[in-house]
Every structure is written in C-alpha cells, then in structure tokens.
C-alpha cells in the first residue's frame, strides 16, 4: 500500500521538530563558547603581555647597584629592546626611591602604594599623555638602603588591543565554521538517526494490504519497541478479526448452498409442472432468477474468502504450462458460452508458456475473468481467450465483443461490490474483479484492464512471472 504525500510530510515534519527543537541548545552553546573564549583571550593576551612587562621590570632592578652608598642603575639598551618593537607601542619607565625620582619619566602615574615590600610586584592600568597604560611596580631592597627602591615599567596597549582583536576575530571564524559544519552535519545526524523510523515505513510500504504479519523488532531502536509491540499486537487483532470474517463468509456460503440446492430443485420440479396461471408461472421464474443469483453470490463470496486467505498465506508455485490449464478452462466455460449466445474461442501459444505460479489459484483467476467476459458481453458476440510471451512473461488474455470499461472507471471496478449502471439487468454481485485482484496478489500476478482490439470492448490481462 503506498504511502501518500501527506504521510511523507508527516516525516519530514518530525525531521522539522528535531532540528528546531537542537537549534536552541546549540545557539546557547555557542554563546557561552563565544562567552568562554572571549574571557580566555583577553586573560591570556594580559597574562602573556604582563608576563613580558615584568621581565623588563626585574630586568631593570637587577640592574641597580649602591656606589658611595647612592643608587645607581645600569640600564642595557636589551631591557627596552624587548618591548619596543615594530609591533609594540611606547614604553615608558621610572625609578624611586622614597618618592624620589633617580631616573625615567617623572610625571610618569605612579601605582605603587606607600611603602611595598622588596620583591613585591603589582600591575595597573593608568592614563599617561592621553593614552592608556598598562604598568607594573617592583620593589627590590637594596643593601644599606632603609627603603626599597619602586621600579616602574608602562607601555601603550596599541599591541594588546591588535592581539586581542586578532584572537577574537579568530574565535568568531571557528564559531561560524562550527556553526556552518553542525548546520551541514545535522539534518544528516537526524536522517540517519530516523533510519530506522524510514527503513519501518518502507518495510510497511511494501507489504500488500492483506498482509498483517507482525513487523520484526530485530532492527528497532530501542526507544520504538513498545511502539512497535503496541501495532503488532493491533495487527494481530486485525488479522484475527478478518481471519473470523473470512470463517463466517466461507462458513455462511457453505451452509446456505444446501438449502439454495434444495430450493432451486423445488422451483425445477415446479416449472416442469402443468400449471395454468400466469401470475404464478412468473413469480416461479423470478423466484429461480433470484436464487440462481444469489446461489452465484454465495460462490464468489467463497472464491473471494478463498483469495483472501491465499493472499495472507504462504503459496508454493510450481512450473505450470499455461496452454493446458487455459485450455481445460475454456472447455469447461463453452457451455456457459453456448447458453449465452456467445462464440468462445482459445488460441494456444506456438512455443510451451510455462509460468511459475500456483495452478489451482490461477486457475480460478483466469475463470473469473472468462465469466465476466461472458456474462457482460452481447448475444452473438465473441469471447476470445489467448496467452503469449511478453517480454520474458506469460501473459493470459481474455477479450470480450461487448460495451467494455471506460478509462477511468477501470481502476475502480477492482472495488468489491462495485457495478457499472448498465450493468443492473445482468446479473452478478460486482465481486467478480475483486477476487481476481485478491488472488494475482496471492500468485505474484499483475491484472491490467485495457480497451480490447475491436476498439470497443474489453481486454483484461493477466500477466504471470516465467518459469527459469
């Protein structure tokens, strides 16, 4: 039974859902990641740059020394070196002692409290000549001196600002990449996770609409188990319920062929009868009408029992020469033929079509078809029965001379019960296609209706997988 668009959408939708239902979580992940790592950089472009800062800064007080119990400072142009680069800013520095300056810029901000013990270190930020500073303050104690001398190294944040702008713009590229690549990788994620939902619904897909086995858990997920179990056992509900209809059918039309044989015995003995009022002798024939009818209803609700239980079992096929079985068919129809005014002929194939089928069953198909040939088809018209090979198949036609099937009701008169107007006056229950669907299902058969080669009437095909 196929599945129609609305059911795909319905897929789809869930597919909608799941990715709707990450994007939230993953745009906050990626806020607080772009959060996280906006905190790293800027800690690690201060901890890298301080950690130069103070080098210079220690570089500078070692390089103190006490000369006629003054202080006296060596300074090596590397001390500055190392932070005045192209890539760096100013650099700025001063030496004190009990607020004095020895040497440096003077107005140079001081960040160093009243009095620091020798080795302390401390870093600051400032404003010096209209720019910001980072600056970093050491205490080292000299001997002979009461006091510790406070050295001070700055520098301009031109160069931290370009590395942290740097490292941000490095860190919005990985967010988007990571974006774009969960965006690629996602709905793929899905997909692939609903595998097994999809590989389930084509499973279903392929199955005949008779066929209510349980589905196999074998290959579902965990998380749909209980759902599965859920319509398996629905299923087997199903399948018992019309298991118990087919019974009641097949039991039914058992048991009312005796009484019907009865009764249409009763109706001959009365038509042979002499009996003189009208009224009487055509309320008899209705009376016979009505039961023939009814007596053919009974046969095809058991041939239609019988299909359908065909169709949901397991049938055995087996080389079958299509020439002999067609052939015992159209003798025992051609009285049926004879009664109705209606000229049947057979043509065999030249070469032995052997299909692999199961005989009984597409014996009872070909019948059917013939029957309706028959009974639909106009007093002195032909009814033509012929089998070729096509295209590596077997195909039976039976063709009939009469009113035919216009294109677009063809498809629905596989429906049980269903009848064309014209068709009121003949006979019949409208189960006759119906059973002939049920049972090329249960055969592995396909039944085509087209115009026939007059142009006018019928032409029904039945087309049966070879023998190898």
């Known amino acids: 039974m196929p599945i129609d668009d609305p059911q795909r959408f319905r897929i789809v939708s869930l597919t909608e859902r799941l990715l709707r239902s990450m994007v939230l979580p993953i745009a906050g992940i990626a806020i607080i990641l772009g959060i996280g790592g906006s905190w790293a950089v800027a800690e690690s472009v201060e901890a890298v740059n301080d950690r130069i800062l103070g080098a210079a800064s220690r570089a500078i007080a070692e390089s103190l020394t006490i000369e006629d119990d003054q202080v006296a400072l060596d300074l090596s142009p590397a001390i500055f070196g190392m932070l005045e680069t192209a890539e760096r800013d100013n ?87 990571l974006i774009a690549v969960m965006a690629l990788l996602l709905p793929r994620a899905v997909r692939w996770g609903l595998k ?59 048991q009312m062929r005796t009484p019907l044989s009865i009764l249409r015995g009763h109706i001959a003995v009365l038509q042979s009868s002499a009996i003189d009022d009208a009224q009487a002798k055509t309320s008899i024939a209705d009376i016979d009408q009505a039961t023939e009818r009814l007596s053919r209803l009974l046969i095809q609700l ?62 009872e198909l070909v019948a059917n078809l013939v029957d309706n040939a028959i009974r639909y088809n106009n007093c002195g018209r032909e009814v033509g029965i012929s089998i070729a090979s096509k295209d590596g198949q077997v195909v039976v036609a039976v063709e009939d001379d009469g009113p035919g099937i ?33 049972l090329a299902r249960a055969i592995g058969a396909e039944v085509r209706l087209s115009t026939a080669s007059n142009g006018r009437g019928l032409r029904a095909e039945v087309i049966l997988p070879p023998a190898n």
């Not at 014209?422 to 409208?430: F, K, N, V």
Request: proline share 6%; aromatic share 4%.
């Open 91 to 177: 650099v700025y520095y001063s030496v004190r002692h009990r607020g004095q300056l020895l040497t440096g810029y003077s107005d140079l901000p001081n960040i160093a409290p009243g009095k620091m013990s020798d080795g302390e270190v401390m870093y600051g930020r400032a404003q010096y000549l209209g720019r910001e500073l980072r600056i970093v303050a050491e205490a080292r104690r000299l001997p002979g001196i009461a006091d510790p001398v406070i050295v001070e190294v700055a520098e301009t944040l031109g160069a931290r600002d370009r590395m942290t702008r740097q490292l941000y713009i490095g860190l919005a590229l990985l967010e988007i990449v």
């Open 196 to 254: 097994p939902v999809l590989l389930l619904r084509d499973e279903m897909d392929e199955r005949q609409p008779s066929d209510l086995t349980p589905l196999p858990l074998t290959k579902v997920p965990t998380e749909l188990r209980d759902l599965v179990t859920a319509f398996n056992g629905m299923l087997s509900r199903l399948d018992e319920a019309n298991d118990g209809m087919r019974r009641f059918t097949a039991d039914a039309s058992h």
């Open 302 to 363: 058991l041939a239609l029992a019988r299909a359908d239980s065909a169709a949901t079992a397991a049938v055995e096929p087996e080389a079958v020469d299509m020439n002999a079985l067609v052939a015992d068919i159209a003798a025992e129809r051609s009285i049926e033929a004879l009664k109705a005014g209606i000229d049947l002929h057979f043509e065999r194939s030249e070469t032995p079509p052997i299909a692999m089928t199961q005989p009984v069953l597409a014996g």
């Open 406 to 438: 216009a294109p677009e009701e063809r498809e629905r008169m596989f429906t049980r019960f269903t009848r064309l107007p014209r068709a009121a006056d003949r006979g019949g229950s409208g189960l006759g296609l119906s059973i002939v669907r049920a």
